[in-house]
């Protein structure tokens, strides 16, 4: 293996360039946590991404989740490039945009109507707007731990933020995630799992509730599935009370069924938020929910405008994505079973390394944590994961020809095959075996935890 230093050379060389006119170097902050340097990419084809130096990597991040046909998918690509000859962009309808909006009806359990943006942070405040607008009411319930963009004031009680203590009632104090934040007056803190918390809530505050919002899978807070009869109970107090209840499928959304989380759990909300996944790669979002739901938008009470809304490009990737998910047979069952594979691999490894890396799996999505309950309730709980294992873990997976989110999500594509996954777990092996190594006092366990 060639040293660190040499191996990611070019990268490094790119970052301090870019910092000098670029803020921190990198285009989302999540890219500076990498380790030993945030990673510069040259090109990718499949499961595999070159990076500046040459170097080639089994691809786990598949661009935070968006690449659930790989890089590059060729139906993708073609009609991506035969729409580009016809043009990018009007300011005016097109054909696409109601062809589009027909697939997301036809395969989306809760979908009537439909409408477009182009970030899943921009589709959650649009469809916040909509329950708002649809109830007159103001206050939105969300969990901690769960995450729902980067715009304020839905940023608060995130993954990295201290959890409340265990004693403390709901609603919870919110934790802001970052400087600059207004506040999030508006926003009651829940805890995820939490039945008798929930209820507890809606029976003081129930009247001011215009929405439930939800990961209904907590991918980013620790891959926690909700429990057998929480989201029953939701969809009970808030239909009672008169709310809605919204899943944020940016995630789960075509990765776990071409229908999301609900098609899977059996629960249809009142609208879901769409992104990642929907356009293969492509920067596209959508918010899906009964004719009911969407009211608001039709008599005018909300103005739901966005320059690159459902731009022909997006529309065109998205279409030909769906149409593979939904057209190719047993896609999902593959991708489930590839990652059931891995999972069943990493787990192997870790017992051989004597590693407590704790494999969390919800079909086609998988966590990994060092330390803390191998199957956690709520987010409070997965604090007391060792982070600095976990930050070496990854790192040392990118050292050996695989790349991993520094906090261990693991994303697969349909492009993945048998290859990757023994190279995968190969690399793993050895990755483990180094964070054996590790002293204890080298492992920095967060005080919160």
């Given at each position: 293996?060639?040293?660190?230093?040499?191996?990611?050379?070019?990268?490094?060389?790119?970052?301090?360039?870019?910092?000098?006119?670029?803020?921190?170097?990198?285009?989302?902050?999540?890219?500076?946590?990498?380790?030993?340097?945030?990673?510069?990419?040259?090109?990718?084809?499949?499961?595999?991404?070159?990076?500046?130096?040459?170097?080639?990597?089994?691809?786990?991040?598949?661009?935070?989740?968006?690449?659930?046909?790989?890089?590059?998918?060729?139906?993708?690509?073609?009609?991506?490039?035969?729409?580009?000859?016809?043009?990018?962009?009007?300011?005016?309808?097109?054909?696409?945009?109601?062809?589009?909006?027909?697939?997301?009806?036809?395969?989306?359990?809760?979908?009537?109507?439909?409408?477009?943006?182009?970030?899943?942070?921009?589709?959650?405040?649009?469809?916040?707007?909509?329950?708002?607008?649809?109830?007159?009411?103001?206050?939105?319930?969300?969990?901690?731990?769960?995450?729902?963009?980067?715009?304020?004031?839905?940023?608060?009680?995130?993954?990295?933020?201290?959890?409340?203590?265990?004693?403390?009632?709901?609603?919870?104090?919110?934790?802001?995630?970052?400087?600059?934040?207004?506040?999030?007056?508006?926003?009651?803190?829940?805890?995820?799992?939490?039945?008798?918390?929930?209820?507890?809530?809606?029976?003081?505050?129930?009247?001011?509730?215009?929405?439930?919002?939800?990961?209904?899978?907590?991918?980013?807070?620790?891959?926690?599935?909700?429990?057998?009869?929480?989201?029953?109970?939701?969809?009970?107090?808030?239909?009672?009370?008169?709310?809605?209840?919204?899943?944020?499928?940016?995630?789960?959304?075509?990765?776990?069924?071409?229908?999301?989380?609900?098609?899977?759990?059996?629960?249809?909300?009142?609208?879901?938020?769409?992104?990642?996944?929907?356009?293969?790669?492509?920067?596209?979002?959508?918010?899906?929910?009964?004719?009911?739901?969407?009211?608001?938008?039709?008599?005018?009470?909300?103005?739901?405008?966005?320059?690159?809304?459902?731009?022909?490009?997006?529309a065109a990737a998205a279409i030909a994505a769906i149409d593979v998910y939904r057209g190719e047979p047993d896609f999902y069952a593959r991708?489930?079973?590839?990652?059931?594979?891995?999972?069943?691999?990493?787990?192997?490894?870790?017992?051989?390394?004597?590693?407590?890396?704790?494999?969390?799996?919800?079909?086609?999505?998988?966590?990994?944590?060092?330390?803390?309950?191998?199957?956690?309730?709520e987010y409070a709980e997965t604090l007391a994961s060792d982070r600095e294992a976990e930050a070496r873990f990854s790192e040392e997976m990118?050292?050996?020809?695989?790349?991993?989110?520094?906090?261990?999500?693991?994303?697969?594509?349909?492009?993945?095959?048998?290859?990757?996954?023994?190279?995968?777990?190969?690399?793993?092996?050895?990755?483990?075996?180094?964070?054996?190594?590790?002293?204890?006092?080298?492992?920095?366990?967060?005080?919160?935890?």
């Amino acid at each position: 293996m060639a040293s660190v230093e040499n191996r990611y050379a070019r990268s490094a060389r790119r970052h301090e360039r870019a910092k000098k006119s670029l803020a921190t170097g990198v285009a989302t902050a999540m890219r500076a946590a990498q380790r030993p340097v945030p990673l510069a990419l040259d090109h990718g084809r499949g499961s595999r991404v070159v990076d500046l130096d040459g170097n080639e990597y089994v691809d786990h991040v598949l661009g935070f989740g968006p690449l659930l046909l790989g890089h590059c998918p060729p139906t993708v690509t073609a009609a991506v490039h035969a729409q580009l000859d016809r043009g990018s962009t009007f300011g005016a309808q097109h054909e696409l945009e109601a062809e589009l909006a027909e697939r997301l009806v036809e395969v989306i359990p809760c979908a009537e109507l439909c409408c477009f943006s182009t970030t899943g942070s921009e589709a959650v405040h649009t469809a916040l707007r909509i329950a708002r607008a649809g109830t007159g009411r103001r206050k939105v319930v969300k969990f901690q731990g769960h995450y729902h963009g980067w715009v304020d004031p839905v940023l608060v009680s995130t993954p990295g933020t201290p959890a409340a203590a265990a004693a403390d009632p709901v609603p919870l104090d919110p934790v802001p995630a970052t400087g600059g934040q207004l506040g999030a007056d508006e926003v009651l803190v829940a805890r995820w799992n939490d039945a008798a918390g929930l209820e507890a809530l809606f029976a003081a505050r129930g009247e001011e509730i215009a929405a439930v919002l939800m990961e209904p899978v907590a991918c980013n807070g620790g891959l926690i599935e909700p429990l057998p009869g929480f989201l029953e109970k939701v969809r009970e107090l808030t239909a009672a009370s008169g709310a809605l209840m919204i899943f944020d499928e940016v995630v789960t959304g075509f990765r776990m069924a071409v229908g999301g989380a609900q098609e899977v759990l059996g629960i249809t909300p009142d609208l879901a938020v769409y992104g990642k996944a929907i356009a293969a790669g492509l920067p596209l979002s959508a918010v899906a929910g009964s004719e009911a739901a969407m009211a608001p938008l039709l008599d005018g009470r909300v103005a739901h405008v966005g320059t690159f809304n459902c731009n022909p490009l997006c529309a065109a990737a998205a279409i030909a994505a769906i149409d593979v998910y939904r057209g190719e047979p047993d896609f999902y069952a593959r991708l489930d079973a590839h990652m059931a594979a891995l999972a069943d691999g990493l787990a192997s490894a870790a017992d051989a390394a004597g590693v407590p890396l704790r494999v969390r799996r919800s079909g086609s999505l998988l966590q990994t944590a060092v330390g803390g309950p191998a199957t956690p309730r709520e987010y409070a709980e997965t604090l007391a994961s060792d982070r600095e294992a976990e930050a070496r873990f990854s790192e040392e997976m990118l050292n050996r020809g695989v790349i991993v989110l520094p906090r261990n999500w693991w994303f697969s594509s349909a492009t993945h095959d048998e290859a990757d996954l023994q190279l995968t777990l190969q690399a793993a092996a050895a990755a483990l075996a180094a964070v054996a190594e590790l002293a204890p006092r080298e492992r920095k366990v967060p005080a919160d935890a």
